[in-house]
């Protein structure tokens, strides 16, 4: 069974820094993509960053500059560090690991920017 379990959120004012991890543990085998979606309250999910095996990244354009993706392969992990937050960047943080077969999801992790 493949688990991902996401960590590092919170409650932030603006222009403040949070890290988010994400850990993959269970029989995921070979991970390709890997990255972090958002979803803000009557929104739908939004793609904020991904990297892929060879460490190409890709990012949403509003957080260009801001957020930086990165991954660690030998401990599974993804991270997301995310800098001058502003209060639109608050809403549920998921992340996400890709391999051959499937996708799979966090549980999600909340970030609040307060103004």
């Known amino acids: 069974q493949v688990q991902l379990v996401e960590s590092g959120g919170g409650l932030v004012q603006a222009g403040g820094s949070l890290r988010l991890s994400c850990v993959v543990s269970?029989?995921?085998?070979?991970?390709?993509?890997m990255g972090w979606y958002r979803q803000a309250p009557g929104k739908q999910r939004e793609l904020v960053a991904t990297?892929?095996?060879?460490?190409?990244?890709n990012y949403a354009d509003s957080v260009k500059g801001r957020f930086t993706i990165s991954r660690d392969n030998a401990k599974n992990t993804v991270y997301l560090q995310m800098n001058s937050l502003k209060p639109e960047d608050t809403g549920v943080y998921y992340c996400?690991?890709?391999?051959?077969?499937?996708?799979?999801w966090g549980q999600g992790t909340q970030v609040t920017v307060s103004s």
């Open positions: 990297i892929t095996s060879g460490d190409s990244t």
């Open positions: 996400y690991a890709d391999n051959w077969r499937s996708r799979y």
């Open positions: 269970g029989s995921i085998f070979s991970i390709n993509a």
